[in-house]
């Protein structure tokens, strides 16, 4: 019987606000009992004019009533709290009645990531909304205590959210209401009074419209450059694969010639085999033969000579004397002589085949290191692109005129980095590097990695190009004018026009409107890019080719122009 009084009596130490047990319990003078924190915290809050209420007899007070704790209420809620920790185990809880409309929602413990109830003082259960003017988190139960106590206060409810303290100004306690668009952060009304004074203020709501359409444009700038990287790896894997096939290819086609030389030489060897061997059989033939007649012609004269000893052995002279002349006439009829050539071997054969194979060697080297150097040009091309001058400007290189390959209607001048046409002839030193025909001049240095440089021009146009030092430079045809040879490229510019020429090519470009003009050139990756310079920088043209020698920068003019090399500060 006693637990279930203390069961029941447990309700009667309830603060009616935080509807827990009373922490620091307080009686006001109406009788009812409240948290010292909770109804000061109410009464904070409470009517300006002076009247202050009793949350639940609505009985009212003035002036403020002085709070005194109660000492037998503290006692008592002790107590409860001590028998809550001796407590058996709990008995088995009975099966809950069915749900009607009219119970109150049942309490959610916190879980990972939740809110807590900042007024739960036992187990705390999961916060639904969060006050600004309380800054506290409640829970179900105790928010509804809340809009009890506080209906029609105006107090600024929201989603429960653990950024609570987030909200508010660490240095004035006060809500960041507003926003200061010149220190582009939130601050509390202390912080306009005092930090912020004469600053650009608006509110969080118009801020945050202003910043959300500023983070809408960088959306659909990320999205776009997303876009760009994605086509750039499906065109990288594209080229990537492009350069398996290609190298595929490359290797059956080398393997077919080579193997096709292989037989080509084997062919040739046969034949020459061939050939020593039918010398070897003809002269071998002719050799026998001969050999043959030598032997019977050997075997002949042994035959007279064994005829002559069995002669001179007889006794009969007469026999002898008519013997012999008969002798005589056979012996004197054989009277052939042989001669057999000292030259029996191949010896120059063998040096002709010597020197076939060490010229076929030498030229397998001399090709093999040219295709090797080819080879090596050969790559899948990862070139950076940028998008800003910024980015352009890592790269600047300061250039300067050339006097040597300068036309002789063209005037130096600032350190030779402006050029000015004129009609007037000034008669320069004659220089095997001098343009003699069009108007045009080179710079002293080479590009031969990465550079990048600016050309401004005036009056009616110029044309901004590369060349390689080989260019021609004397008479009037296209090998020595810039962009109509294959050994230069250059970008036209004038008021109504814009065009990109390389080896008598043209490419209409749309008109330019800056009258500066960045060149950029990565030489390894075979990449030049002309662009338009001005508050912003965009790309006009670009190609993509194999650089075989270095490039010089050079300009090109017709009459009463200017060009400047930009000398620019990092």
Known sequence: MAE????????????PVCLDLLKDPVMI??????????ITDVWDQDDPKGNYR???????????????????????????KKMRLQATPLPAIPADPPASSADPPASVHTGSGDVQCDSCTEIKQKAVKSCLECRSSYCQ????????LFRGKGHNLMDATGRLQEMICPRHGKMLEIYCRTDQQCICMMCLVVEHKNHDIISNAVARTEIQKHLGETQIKLNQTIQKKEKGIEELREAVASHKRYAQTAVEDSERIFTELIRSIEKRRSEVTQLIRDRERAAVSRAEIKLERLEKEIDELRRK????????????????????????????????????SSHLSFDDVVKSVSQLRDKLQQICRDETERIGETVKTIQVIIAPEYETREEFLQYFHPFTLDPNTVHCSLYLSEDNTVVTSTSYNYRYPDHPDRFDYWMEVLCRESVTARCYWEVEWSGDGSYTSVAYKSIMRKGKSNMSRFGCNDQSWRLYCCNSSCSFWYNNIETKLPVVSSSKIGVYVDHSAGILSFLSVSDTISLIHRIQTTF???????????YNMTAKLCHLTM
């Open 54 to 80: 009793c949350p639940v007899c609505k009985q009212s007070f003035t002036p403020r009533p002085v709070l005194g704790k109660n000492m037998m209420v503290a006692e008592m809620v002790e107590k409860l």
């Open 4 to 15: 279930a009084n203390i069961s029941v009596n447990q309700d009667q130490f309830k603060c």
């Open 548 to 558: 075989t020698q270095p490039l010089y920068p050079g300009i090109g003019l017709g």
């Open 305 to 340: 000579d064994a005829e002559l000893k069995q002669l001179s052995e007889t006794q009969d002279h007469v026999h002898f004397l008519q013997s012999l002349s008969s002798a005589s006439v056979c012996l004197s009829g054989s009277t052939d002589g042989y001669t057999v």
């Open 29 to 38: 003078p109406c009788g009812h009992n409240y948290c010292k924190k909770c």
């Open 141 to 148: 139960n105790h928010l509804e205590q809340h809009e009890n």
